[in-house]
């Protein structure tokens, strides 16, 4: 059974940072493009970012040069490294993998930036 469970959300200033991370198992976790979705409230779910299995990334233009994603195929791990936050990147962050015969989502970790 696949399991994906974020980490890493919490309260922040505008300007600040965080890290979310994403611990993934039942799956082999290296032949997967990875992604990170947010969905804030009253808003549809958008895809925030996305690393294929070579390492490529993929972002929303609304957090390009902020935001940055990575893998650790060794620890079945996917982070996001969220720099110079706004109050507008307050969502609920969901990791996600798109399989053969499956779409696998986290449960979700929030993230609220103050003004």
């Known amino acids: 059974q696949v399991q994906l469970v974020e980490s890493g959300g919490g309260l922040v200033q505008a300007g600040g940072s965080l890290r979310l991370s994403c611990a993934a198992s039942?799956?082999?976790?290296?032949?997967?493009?990875m992604n990170w979705y947010r969905q804030a409230p009253g808003k549809q779910r958008e895809l925030v970012a996305a690393?294929?299995?070579?390492?490529?990334?993929n972002y929303a233009d609304s957090v390009k040069g902020r935001f940055t994603i990575s893998r650790d195929n060794a620890k079945n791990t996917v982070y996001l490294q969220m720099n110079s936050l706004k109050p507008e990147d307050t969502a609920v962050y969901y990791c996600?993998?798109?399989?053969?015969?499956?779409?696998?989502w986290g449960q979700g970790t929030q993230v609220t930036v103050s003004s």
């Open positions: 039942g799956i082999i976790f290296s032949i997967y493009t």
């Open positions: 690393i294929t299995t070579s390492g490529s990334t």
């Open positions: 996600n993998v798109q399989m053969v015969f499956q779409t696998a």
